[in-house]
């Protein structure tokens, strides 16, 4: 087991990341952004080039590139080359990085425009997004990067049934799993209320309890509160999120079963912990981030080293 991160959240310059990274003790980022315009699946050659010899020169891994391939701001109906010409344009760059991870979704759930209900399952273009996802799967495993999807606020995210259903028709696609998702992801295995007309939430413990002989990484993020999700809008508000431990996660737990499994993965943390400061000054803010970044970090490797006691 080791330990990563989206260190986009420790700051957003490489160089911070690179610092925070340090500052834990750990050898690892899971690159996202890089305070370079776009990602490794869209910046440009002389972008890329600069962020490489960062990279290259502090000694730090990138093990996975959390992408937005084919994630929930990307529509199944959408040209399916824009999603190639990432996939594509990805590959040989983390090749050059020594990257053998690579995060990808499911597109985005299909709802009504009108009432921003989610459309019924034969709605969802199942089999294109099957057909899709095995082109993209091949493509990185060819390359030998392994893809992994996230149980997000795509397809494969509305349950764990969703997700069982995906890894049965795609060959090879393996999971990561996100401790902080389900806490605010509707369970569309269950029907809705009759009065409130929601779903129930779902269960990070369980869903984790049934995907989990396909998972080979894990993201760290905890959150608690009831969620409300808002017409137009696929962020829900009034969720809380948390140091690990503190929420609905089920992270102590998880952890606890990871290491009687002998799990060899990492642990990535990605914190969403959003702070609310008293003067609007840039550079409090980013310190408090940079801070916030470390001590989630450290709580994570407490909670790691109780487990292992017990």
């Known amino acids: 087991m080791y330990y990563t991160g989206f260190a986009d959240e420790a700051g957003k310059s490489i160089d911070i990341q690179i610092k925070a990274t340090k500052e834990l003790g750990w050898e690892n980022i899971e690159l996202r952004g890089t305070g370079f315009e776009g990602d490794l699946a869209t910046m440009s050659d002389e972008s890329f080039d600069k962020l490489y010899a960062k990279i290259a020169d502090s000694g730090v891994k990138i093990n996975c590139f959390g992408s937005g391939i084919a994630n929930w701001g990307k529509d199944i109906k959408d040209p399916f080359e824009n999603t190639m010409k990432e996939v594509k344009k990805s590959i040989?760059?983390?090749?050059?990085?020594?990257?053998?991870?690579?995060?990808?979704?499911?597109?985005?759930?299909?709802?009504?425009?009108?009432?921003?209900?989610?459309?019924?399952?034969?709605?969802?273009?199942?089999?294109?997004?099957?057909?899709?996802?095995?082109?993209?799967?091949?493509?990185?495993?060819?390359?030998?990067?392994?893809?992994?999807?996230?149980?997000?606020?795509?397809?494969?995210?509305?349950?764990?049934?969703?997700?069982?259903?995906?890894?049965?028709?795609?060959?090879?696609?393996?999971?990561?799993?996100?401790?902080?998702?389900?806490?605010?992801?509707?369970?569309?295995?269950?029907?809705?209320?009759?009065?409130?007309?929601?779903?129930?939430?779902?269960?990070?413990?369980?869903?984790?309890?049934k995907i989990k002989e396909h998972v080979v990484y894990v993201h760290i993020k905890d959150a608690r509160g009831k969620a409300e999700h808002k017409k137009g809008s696929i962020f829900p508000a009034g969720q809380e999120f948390c140091f690990p431990g503190e929420g609905d996660g089920a992270v102590k737990e998880i952890i606890e079963d990871l290491l009687k499994r002998n799990y060899k993965g990492g642990l990535s943390i990605e914190p969403h912990m959003q702070v609310v400061f008293h003067e609007k000054d840039k550079k409090n803010k980013e310190e408090e981030q940079y801070k916030i970044y470390i001590e989630y970090g450290k709580r994570l490797m407490k909670i790691v080293e109780n487990a292992k006691k017990n």
């Open 92 to 209: 040989p760059r983390m090749q050059k990085l020594g990257t053998k991870l690579v995060r990808i979704m499911s597109y985005a759930i299909r709802r009504n425009p009108d009432t921003w209900e989610v459309l019924p399952e034969q709605e969802q273009y199942f089999n294109e997004r099957v057909k899709r996802l095995k082109e993209i799967v091949k493509n990185f495993l060819d390359a030998g990067i392994t893809p992994v999807h996230e149980n997000c606020m795509n397809y494969g995210g509305l349950s764990w049934q969703h997700t069982l259903r995906l890894l049965e028709a795609v060959p090879n696609l393996k999971l990561v799993y996100d401790t902080g998702n389900p806490p605010f992801s509707e369970d569309f295995s269950k029907e809705p209320d009759p009065i409130t007309g929601r779903r129930p939430y779902q269960n990070s413990l369980e869903f984790y309890s």
